[in-house]
């Protein structure tokens, strides 16, 4: 395969504020015969590639790797048909019954990881609360209402579509999915009383709110915050002082830090993909090529379910 | 004592933004013939008052009082000379050795229990960490500073003046004193690091730099927002997302939560108190007449320790 030409994906400049596809990546095109494992590292062949990480197939071992040829793994490969890299940045994927390689970028992988241990651990949710839960159509907003439903929770969703609204309703089956772009979001959000966790994955004027209908010893899940991520002056919380009245918190989380107990999530959520009781959904944009744009998506809310590029064929292409 | 009169003061307006005594409050005089203890009230003359509660001496125990004459309780009796209260608001004043009725206006009350548990509980605090108090020349956050101190931590007070500071560092022993009003407040700030807990009395501004200064896993304690109080519109907070990358917390707290409690805090800090090594401050406004103008002190910074206004004379002014 040594004149094999591939295409990878290079930053030209940071945005400044929103992506500008054109002005901001360029398609690079390099030879196979460069890329060769070393100590410790294998060559992959990349199926499905995100923002965080991807899955590739294993095509050469280096001396020492812990690694086999055709092995599936999960790494962050970055957006590029092959790559090199190191053990001990990949996981070996082997999909628990009933679920398979592809989940590993969903409910199995880091944002499943997220909503589980961000809900469970950081949420403290129990039984019977109620539970709003913003970019509620997304891969961790939309397990995080599933698993909160399952818990038994009253849960209200928000999205930023009629159609998104309807998927969490009817598939998911949230008690409310309220539509942020709609003009009386906020009135009938109000109508729904107070909350006693609030998972946040937008921040901004919706967190704000959000601090305004807290029960006492309300727990705030500060997840991430996307309406922010390319302002160049974040909107400012004004409602904190709630907090104080409310007893309440705003915790923030890295997923990285539950690694040692993924195995608990794994097997957790991985029985209800099994048994179809946790559903989940991708958004597949197909090619490198697009992956740009499907960034910019992630931004604007294009997405419904978890947005991955299919960066070639192979087997995990078949999933 | 039937034709005796006594004076009151009372609400006229709520203030819109800054206190403005002459309209907002008014002295009103009543016979204290008027004042008759019910069942399981008592009839108090009020030694010291301050906004959230004062302490008074039992002049007439009303039927199945549990309190007795002469007894000196803590209560909210509010701005007036003579006041009946029910039994179940006022509590009996029994000093530790080695302290006084005062203490339990400052160090031993309100103040010093919301220092204790915002601390211990809310902060968990631990020796050897970086500890930043705003506020830090009232009568909560000076003892949360030498709480600090007496835990081995590294405390950095934040006050509004030069001798507010040069009191925190020569005789509350703290690390450092930053004057906020400085212009190089914020560089001084800065330069000196990262901070575990934050203790905040004042919100806006200063709590939002002080999301910019997080080591991971700090704790922020929201414990009042004097500098927001008085706004039309809070300053809004912008630094928040810093919460996430350093899996942070801001968590606020009512005192009264943990009332079933108090007596360890109290058995604590009255141990400090008897033994010299915590130090407390009394900013005495001497009339109830001067209440009003003494409550705008709270907002501007005028007082350094513990803000109280003498009533009257009596067993408690010879504290």
Redesign the interface.
């Known amino acids: 395969m040594s004149s094999t030409q591939f295409s990878k994906i290079t930053l030209r400049s940071r945005p400044v504020a929103d992506i500008i596809p054109s002005e901001n990546f360029q398609t690079e095109h390099a030879s196979l015969s460069s890329l060769v494992p070393g100590a410790k590292q294998v060559l992959v062949k990349i199926g499905e590639t995100m923002r965080a990480g991807g899955l590739g197939v294993v095509v050469k071992a280096g001396e020492g790797s812990k690694f086999a040829k055709g092995d599936t793994v999960y790494g962050t490969p970055g957006w590029a048909e092959y790559a090199v890299v190191d053990d001990k940045t990949c996981t070996k994927i082997e999909p628990p019954k009933g679920t398979d390689a592809l989940d590993f970028l969903n409910t199995l992988g880091m944002p499943g990881m997220t909503a589980y241990f961000g809900l469970h651990d950081i949420g403290r949710i129990k039984k019977g609360e109620t539970l709003v839960v913003s970019g509620a159509a997304g891969a961790v907003g939309s397990l995080v209402c599933q698993l909160g439903k399952r818990l038994g929770c009253k849960v209200i969703a928000i999205a930023g579509s009629p159609d998104k609204c309807e998927w969490l309703e009817t598939d998911l089956g949230v008690d409310k999915a309220l539509n942020y772009k709609s003009p009386t979001f906020y009135k009938e959000w109000k109508e729904l009383g107070y909350l006693d966790v609030y998972f946040d994955n937008v921040?901004g004027d919706i967190l704000?709110f959000a601090l305004t209908r807290l029960n006492r010893d309300a727990r705030i899940v500060?997840?991430?915050?996307i309406s922010?991520y390319n302002s160049a002056?974040?909107?400012?919380?004004?409602?904190?002082?709630?907090?104080?009245?409310?007893?309440?918190?705003?915790?923030?989380?890295?997923v990285f830090?539950f690694a040692a107990r993924y195995h608990e999530a794994i097997a957790d959520i991985g029985a209800g993909v099994a048994d179809g009781s946790i559903k989940r959904k991708f958004h597949i944009v197909d090619g490198l090529a697009q992956a740009p744009e499907a960034l910019k998506m992630l931004f604007t809310g294009g997405n419904t379910g978890k947005l991955v590029v299919k960066v070639s064929d192979g087997s995990i292409a078949k999933l």
Request: proline share 3%.
């Open positions: 921040g704000d500060l997840c991430g915050a922010q002056k974040p909107a400012g919380l004004t409602a904190y002082l709630n907090l104080i009245s409310q007893r309440a918190s705003i915790t923030g989380f890295v830090d």
